[in-house]
């Protein structure tokens, strides 16, 4: 069964904690089938959806690959950030391209920033 709602909270509130680069975009790159199942009848669409909403609101973006010919592309496009940030792959011979776009995308050309920070100078006293 594929769980996308717990997938996206998840991956929201690893985005939200102290161990994320305060620097670095918050992005999920979600790959799915694009049929998120339950093993009950509930209805686990709109909660997918309300779970991206909520993630897009605080500032996540959320890039959405739908793999597969029987995707629901509708259910793909509602949990993307945007219509620009769902993406089809048909095959997984055509996923590699649909990564590099997301990277494409994602990555800013230009000057990096490098810091080089220097050891102080230590001095070690021998063990007895």
């Known amino acids: 069964f594929t769980n996308t709602k717990s997938a996206i909270d998840v991956a929201t509130t690893e985005l939200?904690?102290?161990?994320?680069?305060?620097?670095a975009r918050r992005v999920i790159v979600l790959l799915t089938d694009g049929l998120p199942t339950s093993a009950s009848d509930d209805d686990v669409i709109t909660p997918?959806?309300?779970?991206a909403e909520a993630a897009s609101a605080s500032g996540v973006?959320?890039?959405?690959?739908?793999?597969?010919d029987?995707?629901?592309?509708?259910?793909?496009?509602s949990i993307a950030s945007s219509p620009e940030n769902a993406h089809f792959a048909v095959s997984g011979d055509v996923l590699l391209d649909v990564y590099e776009k997301i990277?494409?995308?994602?990555c800013e050309s230009?000057?990096?920033?490098i810091d080089v920070i220097s050891k102080p100078i230590a001095t070690f006293?021998?063990?007895q």
């Not at 939200?16 to 620097?23: P, V, Y």
């Open 61 to 68: 973006e959320i890039h959405a690959i739908g793999l597969g």
């Open 125 to 127: 006293e021998p063990m």
């Open 70 to 77: 029987g995707v629901d592309r509708n259910f793909v496009t």
């Open 110 to 113: 230009g000057a990096a920033r």
């Open 16 to 23: 939200s904690s102290e161990r994320h680069n305060e620097g």
């Open 103 to 106: 990277t494409s995308e994602l």
């Open 48 to 51: 997918a959806i309300k779970a």
